[in-house]
């Protein structure tokens, strides 16, 4: 008998400045390692809402014994915030072993999760695995098993529906069924990490100076969805619930700018069509760059907020943090990260509910996840002119 382990419990938010000024928890490290509490968590933490407005987290702990040089072993687990574990992922790590089996990536989607595990042999990835399918899968079955000079060599981002295979050169998309649905992007390099919306893909092509949303849906594969055929302008960062759309506009851009000067995030209801975008402008965006930078993640959107990573604001030093925006009217709140040092630092946030944002927190190497209380953020900061 398969015995899942026990849910992730939750505790109040340490802080090294006082009390914090908003209702904040973090997950409680209750499992056995050295690494300083709570910043044990690794890899990729990565969530969606089900159908129940549950979230659902897949995350990695971390356990380490005391003085040792490697991590004893990961835990990957899929499991509601408030509720059971879905699915775990055991893998040990043997100390002085050149031949190491690694958990390269991981990814969810409604419903779904993916695992990738390198083999290395001597600090060389000789071969990768990929398995996935349902969440609850006790044993998920094997997506490829490949050579890494296989020329499709590369990573996985699950859907509901379907399925990516990300390479140097490539986007695959499959259906869960194995079928192949052709390509969605080429270069994926300059293009956002992707964000599967039901059946429909959403990403980014981003490349100074041209910023163009995209999406792929089966029927008519990938086209635009918001560009401009006047170089003054560009969009990027994408993110949706299915509901709203929101992504980050750069304008005002002459001959020989080297950034955009005006930038804001927008919204729109979503859909498919570029006609039926009718894009709406919320709050002024802080960083100078409008597109998404490697490795992070589409902005989480639910219940009418977005939220996005921020950084380089016009502060001294500049703030960094988190920007959480109501799209019914541009009301926004910051999030500031911690100055002390080492810093602490809000990473990349992974979901918004009608109550709550999630967030990656940042401590050093590692990392824990947060919740706040939307209505313990007072009354925010009101929308900009237009």
Known sequence: MISLPPPITWEPCSSKTGPLPYDCRQIKVDWPTDEPPPYSLGGDQLSYLDSDGKVVIQLRKIYR?????????????????????RQAFWRDYVPKQNRQAVLSSSTVALGKSGWVVSDYDSGQSSRMVAIGGNDTFLRPPVIYDRASSHPDFGAIWVGPHFYIEGTSSKDHVYRWDGTYMGVSSVGPSVHSLPQWIGPT????????????????????????????????????????????????????????????????????????????????????WPPTIIGTQSCVLPPPVGCGYAVYRYFGGSG?????????????????????????????????????????????????????IRRVRLDSLGPGIPPPPQ
């Open 316 to 368: 001294s030093p500049p703030e960094t943090g988190l920007l959480i925006v109501r799209l019914s009217d541009g009301v926004s709140w910051k999030l500031i990260s911690n100055s002390t040092s080492p810093p602490d630092a809000w990473s990349m946030p992974i979901a918004v509910t009608c109550d709550e944002v999630f967030s990656r927190y940042k401590g050093g190497f590692l990392e824990s």
């Open 65 to 85: 014994l005391p003085g040792g040089e490697l991590p004893t072993g990961i835990m990957g687990l899929v499991v509601e915030a408030d509720g059971p574990v």
């Open 201 to 284: 893909l959403l990403f980014a092509f981003e490349e100074w100076p041209e910023y163009r949303l995209l999406r792929w849906t089966e029927h008519d594969g990938t086209r635009e969805l918001v560009g401009f055929d006047d170089s003054s302008k560009a969009a990027g960062n994408p993110g949706s619930d299915g509901i709203d759309l929101v992504w980050v506009q750069g304008e005002g851009r002459g001959p020989g700018d080297k950034v955009f000067p005006e930038r804001w995030i927008m919204t729109s209801k979503f859909s498919t069509d570029p006609a039926k975008i009718k894009p709406r402008r919320l709050v002024r």
